[in-house]
């Protein structure tokens, strides 16, 4: 039987020295399983506010965006329909694809019309981008040449995840219908259909299955795809705008209401329900909820970020079995947080800031910059272990 570390040696020979811990095979196990958590939260440091980074390049709000799998390179959208691949560490354009006037997708190699998604593989290979005219564009990821267009959506596309260790891809949108499409074979898959309104967020990790943000029907559904079948959950009041999985068995999600829930894919209502996360808005007598634009997750570990027009970027510890939300310290930004993404090596956050909100255009916030943030995450000096490659 194993031992409490998970790790089994093998009996030594008469004279021989031990073998080596299997480690190898039992940790895609563990992670498969959701039980292979780096406590990292408790390390994390406030940010030095002159340390962030602020790089601008998009005209419009920004919208999305997404890290490279080796943490060398963001990819950002806009409202204005443009496309930049940056440097993290010079902070460098390294390629920019301009938006294009509307009608001109034929001509245009790039977007002409609102890009309100993107996902990139985890190999790094491909990179994936949806807008508001039902379109989803393939990248190469290195040269920022489009490859090919996926058409089948009718209405907006608002969501886009590849599946772990694949080219597999997920899309979601505003139809209320979920799309499977095999990227290395140009080739479209299935459709699933199950929301009642339109869907705000997507993601997946390695398992065949995905998970959805319902937007007004005031439901998170996972998408199981060989069984064709979907688990539907529900716990926030108003409209479900994001959604990200911590681990294979937990997610986050936030909602204009103002809450974040934590979910375990086994049970229909949340685990935690962190009410008015990010606070009030408005006068005396009129406040309302600041709505949660972006949530982020270090994948398999208790370190969470939640993004607002509040005025910071509050970090978060997940407790013991996901069934307590600790908030740990805010970082300050002005703007929209349209979307958040953490490092792999959870040693820097990105944020997308806009003057607007990334899927309409309720109100403006005149004096933020349309840009993205790189925020590094100092951690106490810890002993690294096989299980916290990020420690740092």
Not at 82 to 93: A, P
Not at 117 to 128: E, F, H, P, Q, R
Not at 289 to 311: F, Y
Not at 338 to 349: E, P, R
């Amino acid at each position: 039987p194993l031992g409490g570390s998970g790790l089994c040696p093998l009996p030594a020979g008469p004279g021989l020295r031990p073998p080596p811990l299997l480690i190898v095979p039992l940790l895609p196990q563990l992670e498969q399983r959701g039980r292979l958590q780096r406590l990292v939260a408790k390390d994390v440091q406030p940010p030095d506010p002159a340390r962030i980074r602020v790089l601008r390049g998009h005209q419009l709000p920004v919208t999305c965006l997404v890290i490279s799998p080796d943490d060398r390179f963001i990819f950002s959208a806009s409202k204005d329909g443009s496309l930049i691949k940056w440097e993290v560490d010079s902070g460098k354009r390294l390629c920019v694809v301009p938006g294009g006037k509307k009608g001109t997708e034929e001509r245009h190699m790039g977007h002409a019309s609102q890009v309100l998604c993107m996902a990139i593989s985890s190999d790094g290979k491909y990179l994936a981008t949806g807008d508001r005219n039902k379109l989803i564009m393939i990248w190469d990821a290195a040269t920022c040449k489009r490859l090919h267009i996926f058409t089948g959506h009718r209405d907006a596309v608002s969501g886009l995840s590849f599946r772990k260790g694949t080219h597999q891809l997920y899309s979601a949108s505003h139809d209320r219908c979920v799309k499977v499409w095999d990227v290395a074979e140009n080739a479209y898959v299935e459709t699933l259909f199950g929301h009642q309104d339109i869907i705000s967020g997507l993601d997946s990790l390695s398992r065949e299955c995905c998970v959805t943000a319902g937007g007004r029907d005031g439901t998170v559904r996972l998408w199981k795809i060989p069984e064709e079948s979907q688990l539907v959950f529900s716990g926030h009041q108003g409209s479900i705008d994001c959604i990200q999985l911590i681990n294979e068995e937990h997610m986050v999600s936030g909602a204009d209401d103002g809450s974040v829930a934590l979910w375990g894919l086994t049970k229909k209502k949340p685990l935690v329900l962190a009410r008015q996360a990010h606070g009030e808005q408005g006068t005396q007598g009129l406040q309302q909820p600041c709505w949660i634009s972006a949530v982020a997750a270090l994948r398999n570990s208790d370190l969470l970020a939640t993004g607002s027009h509040s005025g910071s970027v509050k970090l978060w510890k997940c407790g013991e079995g996901f069934r307590k939300l600790e908030h740990l310290l805010d970082i300050p930004l002005v703007g929209f947080v349209n979307s958040l993404k953490f490092s792999a090596a959870g040693d820097f956050l990105v944020a997308g800031i806009g003057q607007e909100h990334r899927l309409g255009r309720w109100w403006r916030i005149k004096e933020a910059k349309n840009s993205i943030c790189i925020i590094p995450l100092k951690q106490k000096t810890t002993a690294s272990s096989p299980e916290s490659p990020g420690s740092s």
